[in-house]
Every structure is written in C-alpha cells, then in structure tokens.
C-alpha cells in the first residue's frame, strides 16, 4: 500500500485509508425512459461537438444504460452574485442553470437526493458517465439530480450585457447555485427532511468535498472522488508526485512492465542525443513518422517534448474498459482510448528488451544510459554522449512514436505526426483566444478558467517532473530549486494571457492560494464530517488528495489500480477488485448518512423541529 506523506501537525491525525480489494454484486438499473438530447464535452475546452456525435453517443449509452436521454430537462433561475445583491454592477441579474432530474426510482415524495455537483464540462458528460448515482437510485428510491455548473453548457448568463463577465464564476458561487437549487427542489417535491448526498469528480470532487464543508445543513455527506483540495501551495503537496503517479501507470505496480517504464526513461535523453547528428534526425523523422523531416537537434527536443504531454492525459483515463470520457473532455471528440490504455501504449513496443543498460544515480539525474552504440550523460537537465545510433535505438523511437499515438491518433485518422501544429490534448490547431464577453463567445469549459483566475486555484501539486521519481526527462525546474520563489513565479495563475478588464478578472496576483485556504480550510478540515475522499493511484490528480483517513468520519479509499474517479464510472466486469470494493465502502457510508440524517430530522432542537 502506498500512502501519502502529509505535512506538519495534520501528519498526527492522519491514519491509513481504506486500500480496497472486494468484490460485491451490482444493483440493477430499470429501463429507459423519456427522450432527450445528449450535448457531449469539448475538446480543446473550447469545441462544440455536432448533432449527429451526440446522437452517436446517446444511441450507444442507450443500448446498454440509462444516460442523458433519460432526464427530464429543466431550468432554474440563480442569482448572478449571491453574496452582494444589488451592489455589483450586474445588479440583479439572474441566469438560468440546467438541470437534470431522474424520477424513475422515486415511490411518493423522495427521502433520498443523490446530488451531483457539476464541474468544468456540459453536465450530459457526468449524467452518462457516473454510474455510482445509477446504481445507487434503486436502493434508496432516490431523486437523482445532476446540476450543470454556472458557464457551462445551457448555463451561461447573458455575457455580451454583462460588465466585468467572468468575475461571478468561481467555486463559492457555484456552491451557492446548488445549495438554492436543492432548497428549490425540496420545495417542488414537498420532501424537506431528504437526506442529500452529493457526488462529484475531480474538480466536481472538490466541490462535493467543500459544499458539505460549507453547507453541512444542506447535504448529509459527500463522495468526493479525485479530489486534488490538497494540491493548493499552502498545504504543502511534493510537486512532482502528479508525475510519479502517471509513471506507476507504466509500470508493473500499475500493470504494465518494469521494462516499459526504462524504456521511456531511456528514450527521451537517448533521442535527444541521437538528434544531434544529421544521420540521426534522418533516422528519427523515420521512426517517428514525422509529417516533415526533423532538421535540427531543436525540432527533435520539440517532437521530444510533444511526445511527453499526452501521458497526463492518458493517466487520467487508465481505465480497464475502453472510453471516451477524457477524450471527449479534454481530447478530439468520440474516440474511446483502449481498455489500460497506457498498458496499451506500452505493449507497442516498449516492454520488450532492446538492451537499455543504465549506470549511475538515477534518482539524482547523475547517470549513463546507453544503447546500440549510442550513449549519453545525464548532469540534471544537461546530456552528453558518443556514438551512433544503431537499429535498436530506431525501434526505441518507433515504439515511442506508436505508444503517444495511443492518444494522438485515437481518432485512426492521422497518417504522419505534425507536432508543430499539433495541439496536445485534441490532435488540432488551438483557437484564438477570445474576449468571451461578446455574444456567441461562450465557450465549452469556461468555468474552468473562470474559476482558475477568479480563485486562483493553484494546483501546485503539478509543477515538477523530471526530478528523478519517473521517466520524464529533462527535468522542467533547476536542481534543488525553491518551490516557494517558483509558486511566486506563478503569478496571476489560471489567467489567460491578454485577458481583458472587460472579463472582470482580478488585478493582482494571489499565488498561494490564500483565499480558497481561508475559504475551504486547507489541511485543517478535521471538523468536517461525512466525506469520503476515493483516489485512484495510477491518476496524477491523486497527488493532490487526501489519501489518509483524518476522523470516523473524514475517511479515504485508495484505489492501487484506479485512474481519474474510476469508482464512480460505470461498473464493468473488467474492474480490478479496489474499485468494486471502493463502491462497496462508498455505500455503506452513504447508508450512515442518510441513517443519521433522518434520525436528526425527527429529533426536536431545543423544541423545534
């Protein structure tokens, strides 16, 4: 088991998590009701998908379980500024929020809400891909709701009217939007003692874990699965364990070889120094299937580099049945990764043994890697070497090339790699930047950004690789660097470059992240109550969470084998057993909550009820 190491006085109170290994039986889900309309995430964060992807979508979720399609669709109107009514310059203004609600497993009026806290994506992406809230519905004849988050989707106020526009999206807003939407709902079902359980993912995650910090009177308890609220500068997270986590993914701790993992340690430092000679780069263009020849040492460091991005991505969707939800979230569009995807990746080529020898202290970046006549010295972030590149080190580059079009060329489509226009994540050209204050400039995922510069949420748990712990090289900071001077570097963090006063973004820095620790807590949380916090160790964003139990009742599940929220996907047959019994833990806490909610409900305060 692997645990994470907490800092200061919190290391007291922390104690192993739940490390899940079980199997249990699956509720059956009944059929399919109502008609609808699927409108699926974004790639680039800025792509709207056409009509006939989405119809693609919801014909397959349709053959197998309920999605999109079973909702009924509906609005509710929030306030722009919940907290200063009246004294911004947007006034009152309201906007309207989407909202999905599934009455199939209610008999009368609900006792039980499962409430899914919407993030930076259309909710349709979470209704069909959060199979946790599906499964559990029967049990508790429970409402199923999943709120779309405030410019996301159909939730976008009127920004073309709207000064300083982007400054109302930020995570206590958007908690406040949920906390008036469940009132409502109570309302609307004549139901106002429901026990409310809220879910989320990801950023979703951190606001399932924070509405019940900040609105414990609203929702009995949360799962709050890959929820990186530890990944804020203040509470101290190393910031390169997001990179030995994606290296697990490749390694046999994560179900793939010990072999897979060197290569790719080799591969980056052995091609750069291939790249330095003429012969090389001819031979590099080849294996890479470049769209045009490599013709300096730089172009071969810039395919290097563009060969390194696409394993967060990857990470994220290591899952063990194929899926489009990181692509369709953050990638080209409806094409599913593979089942194991970085498994996949890696069995192209890079298990196999093609003589990489090592010498050296490689978790210093003091070492020599050499292969097939070619060698080089590593000195951190500098390499040296002799010798010429033999056929080996071309299958070294080829497997490389043919792992990254794992995520590259998901789509099948792509018949030679440009990775000098070639955007990361979708496999395309990236947008303009925008001043998404005129009309028509709402774009898919804005609430990212929005939340990112509003807040500054500051996930400095990303900010380091190559320091020795994976397979990334060279190292993007300098030997023994100062993470506090680099955390101030960081600046106005999440801001895009060029935005415009008009957007309403604030004017000074806040790199520390001291308003979300004020507001939220940071590490001392320890008197909260009825979160569970799930966490895959193949996903990147588990470097961020809390992987420790902190009371009876703040507890952790840690998944060994599980990627980006894996436990509130879908269950398959090919789940490993952590996340089967990760659903298990999650329910049983879910059944408490809700036990003790209705318990305080009947029971009188001080006479009233």
Known sequence: MVQGALRGAVRLLCVAGLVVAAHSALPRIPGRTAAG????????????????DSEKVAAVDAASRPSSVNCSWRYFTQKLDHFNEGATAAGNATFQQRYCVYEGFTQGPPTVILFYTGNESPVEEYVNNTGLMWTLGPKYNALLVFAEHRYEGKSFPDLESLPSCMSY?????????????????????????AAVIAFGGSYGGMLSAWFRIKYPNVVAGAIAASAPI????????????????????VSAAGGATDTCFDNLAAAFVLLHQAGKSAGGRTMLSKAFRTCSPLQSSEDVDDFLSWAQDPWFTLAEGNYPFPSTYITYSVGPGYFPLPAWPMRHACSLGLNDDLGVQFTGNRSDNRYTVSLDGLSATVDWDEATGSGTPGPQVGKLAAALASAVDVWYNVSGTLTCNDHATTDPLTGSQPPEASAICGKGQETLTASWEGVCCNEALHMSNTMAR???????????????????AAIEDDGRYGCRQGSTDQQGYPATADP????????????QIDAASNIV????????????????????????VVLPLGAHHLDLMWPTSNDPPDAVAAREAEEAAIDDWITEHHARAADARCGRR
């Open 466 to 484: 190559g320091l020795g712990r994976d397979f990334f090289w060279p190292p993007n900071r300098p030997r023994g660097f100062n993470m506090s």
């Open 533 to 556: 916090f799930s966490n895959g160790l193949l996903d990147p964003w588990s470097s961020g969470g809390v992987l420790c139990n902190l009371s009876s009742t703040l507890t952790a």
């Open 37 to 52: 309309k699927i409108v699926q995430g974004s790639a680039w964060r800025t792509r709207t998908e056409s009509a006939a």
């Open 230 to 249: 530890w990944g804020l500068p203040l509470t101290h997270p190393s910031p390169d364990d997001y990179a030995v986590a994606i290296s697990r993914g």
């Open 512 to 523: 520390w992240s001291t308003q979300l620790d004020d507001a939220y807590g940071g590490l």
């Open 169 to 193: 999206c930020t995570s206590q807003q958007a908690l406040a939007d949920f906390a008036t939407l469940i009132r409502g709902l109570k309302a609307e079902y004549a139901t106002p003692n």
